[in-house]
């Protein structure tokens, strides 16, 4: 029987993760298709953005989205994520592009090792410090070496804006309670954490599966964004609270947008999930095998689709 509707786009006619449009931002306005375009009605007007080339929209408040836009959305693996006011909370995401689960195994076999575990938590701290030798160094040292690299990358940005920096404070249920610098970096982090939570969904990883954070749906989104905040989020954040700026929420997003512009996060973002993941490094396509099949209590894995009580008609679905 033919299904209704269009079609899905088949998996190789996707773009990949990297070369997509880091992230929209829409609020206050009316989300539906138009063919294979996402259209944005407000009152200036219509706007028209290629699904295809969107790697995350985020949608803010007073957005109204329609089931043909999320469909289109779906269809070609963008991830749709509904935020809070300047893009600073986050509620709910959208569907995976990844049609293998090769990653997300991965990811949940080293995570559930302590050895593994451990190893992956110290080429995250690696990548931090090029270089330099942290094989040997305990949670707890690499924690402490991390601290001092912060402190020193927020005293170096505040002598080189003119700004007064004492900590990082804030308030998660009230933005407006920071100071301009604190806002400014929570709604960076913001940005950040939603390009990163959209590569890791897309590519089917777990949100949840952290190795340095724990205990949280988003700790693996702040695993790998804390790769980015020193090189990204933290320079756009000074330099915005230090334009005095009137809206600080907004004008932060513009500016890391600005930061992102050329789609280089998601390449990085995508390289480094799969160095820390994959072990030895792949080669190829990210979804090499999107095969269903059956484990087995003999490590092996056999197909699926198949009645194996015998007979005939074998055929399960």
């Known amino acids: 029987m033919q299904i209704p509707g269009v079609p899905p786009a088949d998996l190789p006619d996707l773009t990949r993760a990297e070369d997509r449009i880091s992230f929209i931002y829409l609020e206050r306005a009316v989300i539906h298709r138009d063919s294979n375009a996402i259209t944005a009605t407000d009152d200036r007007g ?16 007073g957005t109204s989205v329609t089931h043909q836009a999320i469909a289109l959305l779906a269809d070609h693996g963008a991830t749709a994520v509904w935020v809070g006011e300047r893009g600073v909370r986050y509620y709910a995401h959208g569907r995976s592009l990844a049609a293998s689960s090769r990653l997300l195994i991965a990811q949940a076999t080293a995570v559930s090792h302590r050895d593994r575990r451990l190893a992956v938590a110290r080429s995250m701290y690696a990548m931090r410090f090029p270089g330099e030798d942290t094989s040997k160094l305990t949670m707890q040292q690499l924690r402490g070496k991390e601290g001092a690299r912060v402190r020193r990358t927020y005293r170096e940005h505040a002598a080189r804006t003119g700004l007064p920096w004492n900590q990082r404070e804030y308030d998660r249920d009230d933005f407006a ?53 020193a090189d990204i989020t933290i320079p756009v954040a000074f330099d915005v609270a230090a334009s005095d700026s009137a809206d600080i929420g907004a004008d932060t997003r513009r500016a890391v947008r600005d930061r992102v512009h050329d789609g280089a996060i998601l390449t990085r973002c995508v390289r480094d999930i799969r160095a820390l993941l994959l072990q030895p490094q792949p080669t190829g396509t990210i979804d090499e095998d999107d095969a269903l099949r059956l484990w087995d209590d003999n490590d092996i894995e056999i197909p699926a689709g198949r009645n194996y009580a015998g007979g005939a008609e074998d055929v399960d679905f």
């Open 46 to 61: 219509i706007i028209h953005i290629p699904a295809a080339t969107i790697g995350v929209l985020l949608l803010g408040p």
């Open 177 to 229: 309670a920071g100071d301009p610098i604190n806002q400014a970096l929570s709604a960076a982090h913001a940005c950040l954490y939603g390009i990163v939570h959209a590569v890791i969904v897309a590519l089917g990883a777990a949100p949840g599966l952290g190795f340095v954070h724990t205990g949280h749906e988003r700790a693996f989104v702040y695993d790998i964004a804390d790769l980015y905040k």
